[in-house]
T-cell receptor
């Protein structure tokens, strides 16, 4: 069965420090992976995706993610965190049914303190 | 580009009444739209897949007679919560797949439903 795991409910980091939000996945076949961010009472905003190609994917707002096939991971990273990055982050993988459905992780709250 | 809107953004209704939520793709056509439900500080739960011109596909455990989905055009899907009860109170989010693409869902801003 396909699944996505975000092992940390919350990540705390000081402003200016690098941040990492972890994601591991389990899929059959090639994974199509996504990161979304959600601010309170808002919908999801797309950050980046991995379909194929370079393992390091660059996305919006200075975020990037590294696809690691051997470790089945797709961790989200940013070199220097901003207080405004504080939000709920979701990792997702496309369902193998080819219907476009996504399977979401449970979400990780990122708290960036000044 | 690729903007999805939802209306209303929030609604309060009395128990037993029905509420309709609209999801529109503003600048693209969407053969497929998805409806999600989200509880506070939790992940998104897929309720159903809405396909233009055909019946929606509901996820296991979702009552299709309670959550009516209509996708009558390539830019509009509606979710009607029938005979709403307080336990239906939640944040409902829709997303849309651009016709011909299977990779990226574009999400609406969500609708907060409170049933009193």
């Amino acid at each position: 069965a396909q699944s996505v795991a975000q092992p940390e409910d919350q990540v705390n980091v000081a402003e200016g420090n690098p941040l990492t939000v972890k994601c591991t996945y389990s899929v059959s076949g090639n994974p199509y992976l996504f990161w979304y961010v959600q601010y309170p009472n808002r919908g999801l905003q797309f950050l980046l995706k991995y379909i194929t190609g370079d393992n390091l994917v660059k996305g919006s707002y200075g975020f990037e993610a590294e696809f690691n096939k051997s470790q089945t991971s797709f961790h989200l990273k940013k070199p220097s965190a901003l207080v405004s990055d504080s939000a709920l982050y979701f990792c997702a993988v496309r369902h193998s049914s080819n219907t476009g459905k996504l399977i979401f992780g449970q979400g990780t709250t990122l708290q960036v303190k000044p | 580009g690729a903007v999805v809107s939802q209306h209303p953004s929030w609604v309060i209704c009395k128990s037993g009444t029905s509420v309709k939520i609209e999801c529109r793709s503003l600048d693209f056509q969407a053969t497929t739209m998805f409806w999600y439900r989200q509880f506070p500080k939790q992940s998104l739960m897929l309720m159903a897949t809405s396909n233009e011109g055909s019946k929606a596909t509901y996820e296991q455990g979702v009552e299709k007679d309670k959550f009516l989905i209509n996708h009558a055009s390539l830019t509009l899907s509606t979710l009607t919560v029938t005979s709403a009860h307080p336990e239906d109170s939640s944040f409902y989010i829709c997303s849309a797949l651009m016709t011909g693409q299977l990779y990226e869902q574009y999400f609406g801003p969500g609708t907060r439903l409170t049933v009193t």
